[in-house]
Protein backbone atom coordinates (compact mmCIF):
# COMPACT_ATOMS: atom_id res chain seq x y z
CA UNK A 1 0.00 0.00 0.00
CA UNK A 2 1.08 3.62 -0.94
CA UNK A 3 -1.51 5.71 0.01
CA UNK A 4 -4.81 5.60 1.86
CA UNK A 5 -8.51 7.12 0.47
CA UNK A 6 -11.29 7.73 2.88
CA UNK A 7 -14.93 9.40 2.71
CA UNK A 8 -14.78 12.75 4.35
CA UNK A 9 -17.85 12.73 5.83
CA UNK A 10 -17.17 9.46 7.88
CA UNK A 11 -14.65 11.98 10.06
CA UNK A 12 -17.03 15.16 9.91
CA UNK A 13 -18.46 16.56 13.48
CA UNK A 14 -15.76 16.02 15.39
CA UNK A 15 -15.75 12.57 14.71
CA UNK A 16 -12.47 11.22 16.50
CA UNK A 17 -9.94 10.27 13.79
CA UNK A 18 -7.51 8.27 15.72
CA UNK A 19 -7.49 5.39 13.03
CA UNK A 20 -7.01 7.99 10.05
CA UNK A 21 -4.38 10.04 11.97
CA UNK A 22 -2.72 7.13 13.14
CA UNK A 23 -3.01 6.21 9.05
CA UNK A 24 -1.81 9.21 8.06
CA UNK A 25 1.39 9.37 10.24
CA UNK A 26 3.12 6.47 7.42
CA UNK A 27 0.95 7.16 4.66
CA UNK A 28 -1.00 10.13 2.26
CA UNK A 29 -4.25 10.43 2.35
CA UNK A 30 -6.73 10.98 -0.19
CA UNK A 31 -9.78 12.88 1.14
CA UNK A 32 -12.74 11.22 -1.15
CA UNK A 33 -16.21 13.25 -0.58
CA UNK A 34 -19.66 12.35 -1.09
CA UNK A 35 -22.22 14.58 0.44
CA UNK A 36 -21.24 18.45 -0.88
CA UNK A 37 -24.04 18.35 -3.75
CA UNK A 38 -21.43 20.35 -5.66
CA UNK A 39 -23.85 20.42 -8.83
CA UNK A 40 -27.07 21.18 -6.69
CA UNK A 41 -28.79 24.95 -7.34
CA UNK A 42 -29.05 25.05 -3.50
CA UNK A 43 -26.46 27.15 -1.74
CA UNK A 44 -23.34 25.23 -0.64
CA UNK A 45 -23.59 23.91 2.82
CA UNK A 46 -21.77 26.05 4.88
CA UNK A 47 -21.29 23.63 7.77
CA UNK A 48 -20.68 20.97 5.22
CA UNK A 49 -17.66 23.38 4.17
CA UNK A 50 -16.97 24.45 7.49
CA UNK A 51 -16.20 20.25 8.59
CA UNK A 52 -14.65 19.82 5.20
CA UNK A 53 -11.74 22.67 5.20
CA UNK A 54 -11.40 22.04 9.09
CA UNK A 55 -10.42 17.87 8.41
CA UNK A 56 -8.13 19.49 5.33
CA UNK A 57 -6.13 21.57 7.65
CA UNK A 58 -5.86 18.57 10.39
CA UNK A 59 -5.67 15.47 7.72
CA UNK A 60 -3.20 17.20 5.08
CA UNK A 61 -3.83 15.45 2.63
CA UNK A 62 -2.44 14.50 -0.69
CA UNK A 63 -5.83 15.11 -2.62
CA UNK A 64 -9.31 16.12 -2.26
CA UNK A 65 -12.01 14.75 -4.48
CA UNK A 66 -15.83 15.02 -4.79
CA UNK A 67 -18.35 14.85 -8.01
CA UNK A 68 -19.46 15.73 -11.34
CA UNK A 69 -23.05 15.46 -9.71
CA UNK A 70 -25.89 16.78 -7.05
CA UNK A 71 -27.70 15.31 -4.53
CA UNK A 72 -30.13 17.51 -2.65
CA UNK A 73 -32.61 20.82 -4.17
CA UNK A 74 -35.05 22.46 -1.84
CA UNK A 75 -33.41 21.60 1.40
CA UNK A 76 -33.81 17.26 1.15
CA UNK A 77 -31.18 15.31 0.34
CA UNK A 78 -31.19 11.92 -1.94
CA UNK A 79 -27.72 11.14 -0.87
CA UNK A 80 -27.27 9.97 -3.72
CA UNK A 81 -24.72 10.74 -6.86
CA UNK A 82 -27.21 12.23 -9.24
CA UNK A 83 -25.83 13.66 -13.09
CA UNK A 84 -26.28 16.66 -14.29
CA UNK A 85 -27.63 17.93 -17.26
CA UNK A 86 -24.82 19.06 -19.59
CA UNK A 87 -25.70 22.45 -20.49
CA UNK A 88 -23.61 25.89 -20.82
CA UNK A 89 -25.85 26.98 -17.86
CA UNK A 90 -24.85 23.68 -15.43
CA UNK A 91 -20.99 24.26 -16.55
CA UNK A 92 -21.22 27.92 -15.19
CA UNK A 93 -22.65 26.88 -12.10
CA UNK A 94 -20.58 23.78 -11.40
CA UNK A 95 -17.53 26.14 -12.51
CA UNK A 96 -18.74 28.64 -9.66
CA UNK A 97 -19.00 26.03 -7.19
CA UNK A 98 -16.20 24.00 -7.70
CA UNK A 99 -14.37 27.87 -7.54
CA UNK A 100 -15.52 28.55 -4.55
CA UNK A 101 -14.78 25.22 -2.71
CA UNK A 102 -10.87 25.70 -3.63
CA UNK A 103 -10.92 29.05 -2.72
CA UNK A 104 -12.44 27.80 0.95
CA UNK A 105 -9.99 24.81 1.05
CA UNK A 106 -6.86 26.68 -0.46
CA UNK A 107 -6.95 23.65 -2.47
CA UNK A 108 -7.31 22.30 -6.07
CA UNK A 109 -10.46 19.99 -5.98
CA UNK A 110 -10.13 16.55 -8.18
CA UNK A 111 -13.61 15.72 -9.81
CA UNK A 112 -15.25 12.16 -9.93
CA UNK A 113 -17.02 11.51 -12.96
CA UNK A 114 -20.17 9.20 -11.80
CA UNK A 115 -22.73 6.36 -13.18
CA UNK A 116 -25.55 7.38 -14.88
CA UNK A 117 -28.84 5.83 -15.48
CA UNK A 118 -30.43 8.40 -17.71
CA UNK A 119 -29.89 11.42 -20.15
CA UNK A 120 -31.40 14.53 -20.31
CA UNK A 121 -32.90 15.70 -23.31
CA UNK A 122 -31.59 19.45 -23.15
CA UNK A 123 -27.74 18.13 -22.62
CA UNK A 124 -26.03 20.26 -25.27
CA UNK A 125 -22.61 19.12 -24.44
CA UNK A 126 -20.81 15.47 -23.72
CA UNK A 127 -19.74 14.47 -20.67
CA UNK A 128 -16.05 14.40 -21.56
CA UNK A 129 -16.34 17.86 -22.87
CA UNK A 130 -18.41 19.08 -20.09
CA UNK A 131 -15.44 17.59 -17.62
CA UNK A 132 -12.51 19.04 -19.71
CA UNK A 133 -14.18 22.80 -19.93
CA UNK A 134 -14.75 22.55 -16.12
CA UNK A 135 -11.00 21.69 -15.69
CA UNK A 136 -10.02 24.60 -17.99
CA UNK A 137 -12.75 26.86 -16.35
CA UNK A 138 -11.71 26.33 -13.01
CA UNK A 139 -8.31 24.74 -12.68
CA UNK A 140 -9.77 21.89 -11.25
CA UNK A 141 -8.36 17.66 -11.75
CA UNK A 142 -10.40 15.16 -12.42
CA UNK A 143 -10.41 11.68 -10.70
CA UNK A 144 -10.97 9.54 -12.94
CA UNK A 145 -13.14 6.24 -12.06
CA UNK A 146 -13.29 4.19 -15.57
CA UNK A 147 -15.42 1.79 -14.44
CA UNK A 148 -18.16 4.52 -14.70
CA UNK A 149 -16.97 5.46 -17.69
CA UNK A 150 -17.54 2.03 -19.40
CA UNK A 151 -21.39 1.75 -17.57
CA UNK A 152 -21.93 4.98 -19.44
CA UNK A 153 -20.26 3.98 -21.97
CA UNK A 154 -23.12 1.50 -21.85
CA UNK A 155 -26.11 2.69 -20.80
CA UNK A 156 -25.80 5.88 -23.12
CA UNK A 157 -23.88 4.05 -25.91
CA UNK A 158 -20.86 5.94 -27.06
CA UNK A 159 -17.10 4.80 -27.14
CA UNK A 160 -15.32 4.96 -23.63
CA UNK A 161 -12.29 5.56 -25.54
CA UNK A 162 -13.28 8.37 -26.94
CA UNK A 163 -14.15 9.15 -23.21
CA UNK A 164 -10.64 9.12 -22.47
CA UNK A 165 -8.67 10.43 -25.48
CA UNK A 166 -10.52 14.08 -24.66
CA UNK A 167 -9.31 14.75 -21.14
CA UNK A 168 -6.50 16.65 -20.72
CA UNK A 169 -3.72 14.55 -19.90
CA UNK A 170 -2.46 16.45 -17.23
CA UNK A 171 -5.87 17.09 -15.57
CA UNK A 172 -5.89 13.43 -14.58
CA UNK A 173 -4.68 12.49 -11.05
CA UNK A 174 -6.39 9.31 -9.84
CA UNK A 175 -8.23 6.40 -10.87
CA UNK A 176 -10.96 4.61 -9.25
CA UNK A 177 -11.79 0.97 -10.50
CA UNK A 178 -14.66 -0.96 -9.07
CA UNK A 179 -17.43 -3.72 -10.07
CA UNK A 180 -20.85 -3.19 -11.14
CA UNK A 181 -23.94 -5.11 -11.75
CA UNK A 182 -26.15 -5.61 -14.79
CA UNK A 183 -29.81 -5.20 -14.03
CA UNK A 184 -32.03 -7.18 -16.80
CA UNK A 185 -35.52 -5.17 -17.46
CA UNK A 186 -37.40 -7.64 -19.83
CA UNK A 187 -34.67 -8.22 -22.62
CA UNK A 188 -33.15 -4.98 -22.08
CA UNK A 189 -30.64 -4.45 -19.82
CA UNK A 190 -28.60 -1.04 -17.74
CA UNK A 191 -25.34 -1.66 -15.89
CA UNK A 192 -25.29 0.05 -12.09
CA UNK A 193 -22.53 0.95 -10.09
CA UNK A 194 -22.49 -1.40 -7.27
CA UNK A 195 -18.60 -1.69 -5.81
CA UNK A 196 -20.15 -4.86 -4.60
CA UNK A 197 -17.73 -7.60 -7.01
CA UNK A 198 -14.65 -8.09 -8.88
CA UNK A 199 -13.81 -5.39 -11.32
CA UNK A 200 -14.50 -6.59 -14.90
CA UNK A 201 -12.86 -7.93 -18.04
CA UNK A 202 -13.74 -4.94 -20.36
CA UNK A 203 -13.04 -2.62 -17.46
CA UNK A 204 -9.51 -3.80 -17.02
CA UNK A 205 -9.12 -3.31 -20.88
CA UNK A 206 -9.96 0.77 -20.60
CA UNK A 207 -7.95 1.09 -17.28
CA UNK A 208 -4.82 -1.05 -19.39
CA UNK A 209 -5.79 1.99 -21.67
CA UNK A 210 -5.63 4.59 -19.26
CA UNK A 211 -2.46 3.48 -17.75
CA UNK A 212 -1.22 4.28 -21.34
CA UNK A 213 -2.89 7.73 -21.40
CA UNK A 214 -2.41 9.29 -17.88
CA UNK A 215 0.88 7.14 -16.77
CA UNK A 216 2.41 7.30 -13.12
CA UNK A 217 -1.59 8.29 -12.01
CA UNK A 218 -2.52 5.95 -8.74
CA UNK A 219 -5.15 3.53 -8.72
CA UNK A 220 -8.01 2.72 -6.39
CA UNK A 221 -10.20 -0.53 -6.00
CA UNK A 222 -13.46 1.01 -4.69
CA UNK A 223 -15.19 -2.15 -3.00
CA UNK A 224 -17.95 -1.14 -0.37
CA UNK A 225 -20.22 -3.51 -0.28
CA UNK A 226 -19.93 -7.37 0.15
CA UNK A 227 -16.93 -7.36 1.12
CA UNK A 228 -15.01 -10.27 0.48
CA UNK A 229 -11.35 -11.51 2.12
CA UNK A 230 -8.53 -9.18 2.09
CA UNK A 231 -6.72 -11.44 0.25
CA UNK A 232 -9.57 -10.44 -2.86
CA UNK A 233 -9.09 -7.21 -2.63
CA UNK A 234 -5.14 -7.17 -2.37
CA UNK A 235 -5.71 -9.22 -5.68
CA UNK A 236 -7.69 -7.01 -7.16
CA UNK A 237 -4.87 -4.19 -6.39
CA UNK A 238 -2.17 -6.13 -7.12
CA UNK A 239 -4.10 -6.43 -10.79
CA UNK A 240 -4.37 -2.93 -11.16
CA UNK A 241 -0.25 -2.42 -10.09
CA UNK A 242 1.10 -5.21 -12.78
CA UNK A 243 -1.12 -3.86 -15.26
CA UNK A 244 0.79 -0.10 -14.63
CA UNK A 245 4.06 -1.95 -14.00
CA UNK A 246 3.86 -4.24 -17.67
CA UNK A 247 2.77 -0.91 -19.40
CA UNK A 248 5.96 0.95 -17.74
CA UNK A 249 8.09 -1.88 -18.43
CA UNK A 250 6.89 -2.06 -22.27
CA UNK A 251 7.96 1.79 -22.29
CA UNK A 252 11.54 1.28 -20.79
CA UNK B 1 -34.73 24.49 -22.19
CA UNK B 2 -34.97 23.71 -18.84
CA UNK B 3 -33.44 25.74 -16.20
CA UNK B 4 -31.21 24.10 -13.64
CA UNK B 5 -33.22 24.85 -10.97
CA UNK B 6 -36.32 23.70 -12.30
CA UNK B 7 -34.86 20.26 -13.20
CA UNK B 8 -33.60 19.79 -10.11
CA UNK B 9 -36.94 20.29 -8.81
CA UNK B 10 -38.65 18.39 -11.13
CA UNK B 11 -36.28 15.34 -10.69
CA UNK B 12 -36.56 15.76 -6.84
CA UNK B 13 -40.17 15.99 -7.10
CA UNK B 14 -39.97 12.24 -9.10
CA UNK B 15 -37.52 10.89 -6.46
CA UNK B 16 -39.07 11.36 -3.49
CA UNK B 17 -43.12 12.54 -4.41
CA UNK B 18 -42.97 9.68 -7.11
CA UNK B 19 -44.36 13.17 -9.40
CA UNK B 20 -42.77 11.89 -12.54
CA UNK B 21 -44.77 13.21 -15.38
CA UNK B 22 -43.37 16.53 -14.94
CA UNK B 23 -39.63 15.07 -15.52
CA UNK B 24 -40.25 12.48 -17.53
CA UNK B 25 -40.29 14.11 -21.48
CA UNK B 26 -36.90 15.88 -20.18
CA UNK B 27 -34.90 11.96 -19.91
CA UNK B 28 -34.27 10.24 -23.05
CA UNK B 29 -35.29 6.92 -22.96
CA UNK B 30 -32.81 4.74 -25.03
CA UNK B 31 -29.99 5.28 -27.52
CA UNK B 32 -29.30 4.18 -31.04
CA UNK B 33 -26.07 2.27 -31.65
CA UNK B 34 -24.72 1.38 -34.65
CA UNK B 35 -24.19 -2.47 -33.69
CA UNK B 36 -27.37 -3.86 -33.68
CA UNK B 37 -30.63 -3.33 -31.57
CA UNK B 38 -30.93 -1.21 -28.68
CA UNK B 39 -30.48 -3.25 -25.80
CA UNK B 40 -31.54 -0.56 -23.28
CA UNK B 41 -34.05 1.61 -24.07
CA UNK B 42 -36.27 2.00 -20.98
CA UNK B 43 -38.40 4.48 -20.16
CA UNK B 44 -37.85 7.52 -18.33
CA UNK B 45 -40.56 5.90 -15.50
CA UNK B 46 -38.17 2.76 -15.63
CA UNK B 47 -35.17 5.13 -15.50
CA UNK B 48 -36.37 7.13 -12.48
CA UNK B 49 -37.30 3.93 -10.65
CA UNK B 50 -33.43 2.94 -10.95
CA UNK B 51 -32.83 6.42 -9.01
CA UNK B 52 -36.03 5.85 -6.59
CA UNK B 53 -34.95 2.62 -5.38
CA UNK B 54 -31.47 3.77 -4.45
CA UNK B 55 -33.45 6.86 -2.40
CA UNK B 56 -35.23 4.26 0.16
CA UNK B 57 -32.81 1.37 -0.28
CA UNK B 58 -29.66 3.76 0.15
CA UNK B 59 -31.64 5.59 3.15
CA UNK B 60 -32.66 1.73 5.23
CA UNK B 61 -28.72 0.79 4.59
CA UNK B 62 -28.09 3.47 6.41
CA UNK B 63 -30.71 3.37 9.47
CA UNK B 64 -29.87 -0.30 9.75
CA UNK B 65 -26.12 0.19 10.39
CA UNK B 66 -27.39 2.63 13.54
CA UNK B 67 -30.36 0.64 14.73
CA UNK B 68 -29.14 -2.95 14.21
CA UNK B 69 -30.80 -3.85 17.34
CA UNK B 70 -34.52 -2.49 16.59
CA UNK B 71 -34.09 -4.59 13.53
CA UNK B 72 -33.73 -7.59 14.99
CA UNK B 73 -36.70 -6.59 17.12
CA UNK B 74 -38.87 -6.02 14.58
CA UNK B 75 -37.26 -8.25 11.80
CA UNK B 76 -35.89 -6.62 8.27
CA UNK B 77 -39.15 -6.37 6.53
CA UNK B 78 -41.11 -4.14 9.24
CA UNK B 79 -38.03 -2.31 9.58
CA UNK B 80 -38.05 -1.74 5.95
CA UNK B 81 -41.25 -0.38 6.31
CA UNK B 82 -40.74 2.13 9.37
CA UNK B 83 -37.69 3.20 7.22
CA UNK B 84 -39.63 4.23 3.94
CA UNK B 85 -42.33 5.81 6.22
CA UNK B 86 -39.94 7.60 8.21
CA UNK B 87 -38.13 9.00 4.94
CA UNK B 88 -41.26 10.66 4.04
CA UNK B 89 -41.64 12.46 7.27
CA UNK B 90 -38.32 13.20 7.76
CA UNK B 91 -35.85 13.08 4.53
CA UNK B 92 -32.58 13.42 4.90
CA UNK B 93 -31.75 17.54 5.51
CA UNK B 94 -27.93 16.94 5.07
CA UNK B 95 -25.20 15.40 3.37
CA UNK B 96 -24.27 12.82 5.81
CA UNK B 97 -25.96 9.65 6.65
CA UNK B 98 -24.42 9.66 9.85
CA UNK B 99 -26.90 12.34 10.94
CA UNK B 100 -30.30 11.13 9.00
CA UNK B 101 -31.35 9.03 12.62
CA UNK B 102 -31.76 11.69 14.84
CA UNK B 103 -35.70 12.02 14.49
CA UNK B 104 -36.31 8.23 14.32
CA UNK B 105 -37.09 7.82 18.30
CA UNK B 106 -39.38 10.67 18.27
CA UNK B 107 -41.10 9.27 15.36
CA UNK B 108 -41.16 5.76 16.36
CA UNK B 109 -42.44 6.85 19.61
CA UNK B 110 -45.38 8.64 17.66
CA UNK B 111 -45.98 5.25 16.24
CA UNK B 112 -45.61 2.69 19.06
CA UNK B 113 -46.57 4.98 22.11
CA UNK B 114 -49.96 3.46 22.94
CA UNK B 115 -49.21 0.51 21.65
CA UNK B 116 -47.51 -3.26 23.29
CA UNK B 117 -44.66 -1.97 21.72
CA UNK B 118 -43.83 1.13 23.43
CA UNK B 119 -40.39 -0.14 24.33
CA UNK B 120 -39.32 0.09 20.88
CA UNK B 121 -38.23 4.27 20.47
CA UNK B 122 -36.71 3.66 23.79
CA UNK B 123 -34.79 0.96 22.03
CA UNK B 124 -34.33 3.63 19.46
CA UNK B 125 -33.05 5.94 21.76
CA UNK B 126 -30.28 4.02 23.38
CA UNK B 127 -28.93 3.34 19.84
CA UNK B 128 -28.42 6.40 18.72
CA UNK B 129 -27.14 7.67 21.90
CA UNK B 130 -24.46 5.14 21.25
CA UNK B 131 -24.19 6.66 17.79
CA UNK B 132 -23.83 10.31 18.92
CA UNK B 133 -21.03 9.04 21.40
CA UNK B 134 -19.21 7.43 18.93
CA UNK B 135 -19.43 10.68 16.50
CA UNK B 136 -19.09 12.68 19.18
CA UNK B 137 -15.78 15.19 19.37
CA UNK B 138 -12.71 14.24 21.70
CA UNK B 139 -12.51 16.04 24.29
CA UNK B 140 -10.28 15.50 27.49
CA UNK B 141 -12.64 14.81 30.82
CA UNK B 142 -12.54 16.09 33.69
CA UNK B 143 -9.71 14.55 35.84
CA UNK B 144 -10.62 14.32 39.92
CA UNK B 145 -7.26 16.66 40.18
CA UNK B 146 -8.84 19.77 38.85
CA UNK B 147 -11.57 19.58 41.84
CA UNK B 148 -8.57 19.82 44.28
CA UNK B 149 -7.44 23.03 43.27
CA UNK B 150 -11.11 24.77 44.49
CA UNK B 151 -11.48 25.64 47.91
CA UNK B 152 -14.52 23.46 49.50
CA UNK B 153 -16.07 26.03 50.65
CA UNK B 154 -16.71 27.52 46.39
CA UNK B 155 -17.73 23.44 45.76
CA UNK B 156 -21.82 25.06 46.05
CA UNK B 157 -20.94 27.48 43.35
CA UNK B 158 -19.26 25.23 41.10
CA UNK B 159 -20.91 24.29 37.76
CA UNK B 160 -19.87 21.78 34.99
CA UNK B 161 -20.03 21.44 31.07
CA UNK B 162 -20.99 17.55 30.33
CA UNK B 163 -18.23 15.87 27.51
CA UNK B 164 -20.08 15.64 24.21
CA UNK B 165 -19.31 11.60 23.90
CA UNK B 166 -21.56 10.80 26.90
CA UNK B 167 -24.87 10.60 26.64
CA UNK B 168 -27.97 9.95 28.76
CA UNK B 169 -31.01 7.71 28.32
CA UNK B 170 -34.07 6.43 30.70
CA UNK B 171 -36.87 4.67 29.90
CA UNK B 172 -39.62 2.85 32.26
CA UNK B 173 -38.32 -0.48 30.12
CA UNK B 174 -35.68 -2.96 31.26
CA UNK B 175 -33.60 -0.99 27.57
CA UNK B 176 -30.26 -2.11 28.55
CA UNK B 177 -31.50 -5.91 28.91
CA UNK B 178 -33.36 -5.68 25.94
CA UNK B 179 -30.11 -4.14 23.84
CA UNK B 180 -27.68 -6.76 25.56
CA UNK B 181 -29.77 -9.53 24.93
CA UNK B 182 -30.12 -8.44 20.91
CA UNK B 183 -25.96 -7.95 20.52
CA UNK B 184 -24.59 -10.19 18.01
CA UNK B 185 -23.71 -13.47 20.03
CA UNK B 186 -26.27 -12.75 23.05
CA UNK B 187 -28.54 -16.16 23.32
CA UNK B 188 -31.57 -15.42 21.67
CA UNK B 189 -34.17 -17.60 23.81
CA UNK B 190 -33.47 -14.87 27.01
CA UNK B 191 -37.15 -14.05 28.88
CA UNK B 192 -37.25 -9.87 29.68
CA UNK B 193 -40.09 -8.77 31.60
CA UNK B 194 -40.92 -5.23 30.37
CA UNK B 195 -42.26 -4.63 33.86
CA UNK B 196 -38.95 -5.39 35.02
CA UNK B 197 -37.59 -2.03 36.42
CA UNK B 198 -37.05 1.87 34.69
CA UNK B 199 -33.61 2.08 33.66
CA UNK B 200 -31.66 5.41 33.80
CA UNK B 201 -28.29 4.85 31.78
CA UNK B 202 -24.88 6.63 30.67
CA UNK B 203 -23.77 5.91 27.42
CA UNK B 204 -20.17 6.46 27.05
CA UNK B 205 -16.83 5.80 24.82
CA UNK B 206 -13.85 3.75 25.51
CA UNK B 207 -10.98 2.84 22.83
CA UNK B 208 -13.08 -0.10 22.45
CA UNK B 209 -15.99 1.57 22.06
CA UNK B 210 -19.43 2.31 23.87
CA UNK B 211 -19.96 1.54 26.99
CA UNK B 212 -23.61 1.61 29.30
CA UNK B 213 -23.87 2.21 32.66
CA UNK B 214 -26.78 2.12 34.99
CA UNK B 215 -27.44 5.31 36.83
CA UNK B 216 -29.33 5.18 39.96
CA UNK B 217 -32.65 7.91 39.73
CA UNK B 218 -30.96 10.34 41.37
CA UNK B 219 -27.37 10.26 39.47
CA UNK B 220 -29.65 10.68 36.28
CA UNK B 221 -31.32 13.73 37.91
CA UNK B 222 -27.37 15.02 38.51
CA UNK B 223 -26.25 14.98 35.31
CA UNK B 224 -29.70 15.74 34.21
CA UNK B 225 -29.23 18.48 36.30
CA UNK B 226 -25.75 19.80 35.70
CA UNK B 227 -26.26 19.90 32.02
CA UNK B 228 -29.08 22.20 32.66
CA UNK B 229 -26.97 24.27 33.52
CA UNK B 230 -27.34 24.11 37.72
CA UNK B 231 -24.32 24.44 39.82
CA UNK B 232 -23.60 21.70 42.31
CA UNK B 233 -26.03 23.17 45.48
CA UNK B 234 -28.45 23.52 42.73
CA UNK B 235 -28.06 20.17 40.97
CA UNK B 236 -28.26 18.48 45.12
CA UNK B 237 -31.10 19.89 45.83
CA UNK B 238 -32.77 18.27 42.47
CA UNK B 239 -31.31 14.93 43.73
CA UNK B 240 -31.95 14.99 47.15
CA UNK B 241 -35.67 15.64 46.36
CA UNK B 242 -35.71 12.09 44.53
CA UNK B 243 -32.94 10.44 47.41
CA UNK B 244 -32.84 11.97 50.97
CA UNK B 245 -29.63 9.93 51.59
CA UNK B 246 -28.52 11.20 48.00
CA UNK B 247 -24.12 10.53 48.22
CA UNK B 248 -22.97 13.21 46.16
CA UNK B 249 -19.37 12.79 46.33
CA UNK B 250 -19.83 9.29 45.05
CA UNK B 251 -22.36 10.29 42.29
CA UNK B 252 -19.26 12.75 41.29
CA UNK B 253 -16.83 9.93 41.16
CA UNK B 254 -18.76 8.31 39.13
CA UNK B 255 -19.49 10.64 36.80
CA UNK B 256 -15.92 11.62 36.52
CA UNK B 257 -14.38 7.84 36.31
CA UNK B 258 -16.75 7.62 33.24
CA UNK B 259 -15.35 10.53 31.47
CA UNK B 260 -19.15 12.48 32.02
CA UNK B 261 -17.55 15.64 32.97
CA UNK B 262 -15.32 18.42 30.93
CA UNK B 263 -14.21 21.01 32.66
CA UNK B 264 -15.29 22.80 36.35
CA UNK B 265 -15.63 26.09 36.86
CA UNK B 266 -16.84 28.96 39.04
CA UNK B 267 -18.69 32.16 38.48
CA UNK B 268 -16.67 34.92 37.54
CA UNK B 269 -16.73 37.24 40.52
Known sequence: ?252 | MLPLRELQSRFCAALFDGHVEPMAPWIHTGHDTSSGPCTNALSAQERLGIYRNNLTEGFAKALELGFPVLQRLVGKECFGQLARAFQREYPSRCGDLNRIGADFPGFLHGRFETSEYAYLPDVAALEWACQQSLLAPEIPALEPSALRAIPADAYGELRFSLNPSCRRVRSVFPVLRIWMANQPGAATDEHIDLGAGADFLLAHRTPEGVEMTRLSAAEFELLEALEDGENLSQALDRCRALDSAFDLGRALRLLISRGALATAYLPAT
Open chain 1, 1 to 252: MSWFEAHSENYFGGTPGATLRAIREHYPISLHGVGLSLGSTDPLSEAHLGELARLVREIEPLRVSEHLSWSSVGGRYTNDLLPLPYTDEALRHMAARVTAVQELIGRQLLIENVSSYLQFTCSQLTEWDFLASLCRETGCAILLDVNNVYVNACNHGFDPYTYLDSLPVEAVQEIHLAGHSVNRVGTREIRIDTHDRPVCEAVWHIYSAATRRFPGVPALIEWDADIPSLDVLLAEARKADSIAEDLHAAAA
